[in-house]
């Protein structure tokens, strides 16, 4: 079983909620990261944070808003999302810093639909 | 740019028949390479592979890494239903990009 916890599994927003998605992991991993995933699609990389710092944004629109409140958590605050950022939401965490070679695990993902 | 090609992108075999897929890549400063199944929800850690040449086996599954050849495979011999899934190759670097993914491979064993 994954050690990385999200939550909610599923959300549906409307397009004027605020929301967060929130994960959890209690590993002692230093490095935590956001990606989204289409259907039929590889998961792609949305943020990094190492040691609690934002180290990785990849040009995210500032509708989604990660936060990191300590080493163990990490959050994504949703705002003013439009349809097409339904998605699978998946967090994941890792010992150390991505460049690494530590391996990456992933927790079981949000569902989000934004109606 | 950094690049992983998985292959086939898509298969369909018979319980009991052995498969192999394999993942090539293209990537500057290479770290790792990593395979993941992936059902319907998040990716599930299979694999890691560092150097050349050493087997990780795990039950009915294997994987073997080729850094001169920039590939690896994965081997699923005896194949069952819940063997279904996609297949996803992913590559450490030390660039910025932590995990750089193939499309997968869409694996269907049919009964």
């Known amino acids: 079983d994954t050690e990385v916890t999200q939550t909610p599994k599923h959300l549906v927003m409307g397009m004027t909620n605020k929301k967060s998605l929130k994960c959890e992991q209690h590993?002692?991993?230093?490095?935590m990261y956001w990606y989204k995933q289409k259907a039929k699609k590889p998961p792609e990389l949305m943020f990094v944070?190492?040691?609690?710092?934002?180290?990785i944004n990849e040009s995210v629109p500032s509708r989604f808003s990660p936060e990191c409140p300590n080493s163990s958590l990490l959050n994504l605050h949703l705002h003013a999302l439009q349809p097409e950022d339904s998605a699978l939401y998946l967090c994941?965490?890792?010992?150390?810093?991505?460049?690494?070679?530590?391996?990456?695990?992933f927790g079981e993902g949000s569902w989000l639909t934004v109606v | 740019e950094d690049k992983v090609v998985q292959s086939p992108l898509s298969l369909v075999v018979h319980e009991g028949d052995t498969v192999t897929l394999n993942c090539s890549y293209e990537?500057?400063?290479?770290?790792?390479l990593l395979w993941y199944k992936q059902e319907k929800k998040a990716p599930t850690f299979l694999f890691m592979l560092?150097?050349?040449?050493i087997e990780k086996k795990s039950g009915r599954l294997s994987s073997i890494l080729d850094k001169k050849e920039l590939f690896s495979i994965l081997n699923i011999t005896a194949t069952q239903t819940g063997d279904s899934a996609v297949y996803l190759c992913?590559?450490?670097?030390?660039?910025?990009?932590?995990?750089?993914f193939g499309k997968g491979t869409r694996l269907s064993v049919i009964a």
């Open positions: 590993m002692g991993h230093r490095a």
């Open positions: 992913a590559v450490i670097t030390m660039g910025n990009t932590p995990l750089v």
């Open positions: 944070y190492s040691y609690e710092k934002l180290s």
């Open positions: 560092t150097s050349s040449g």
């Open positions: 994941a965490s890792s010992q150390g810093r991505q460049s690494s070679g530590n391996t990456i695990y």
């Open positions: 990537v500057t400063n290479f770290r790792s």
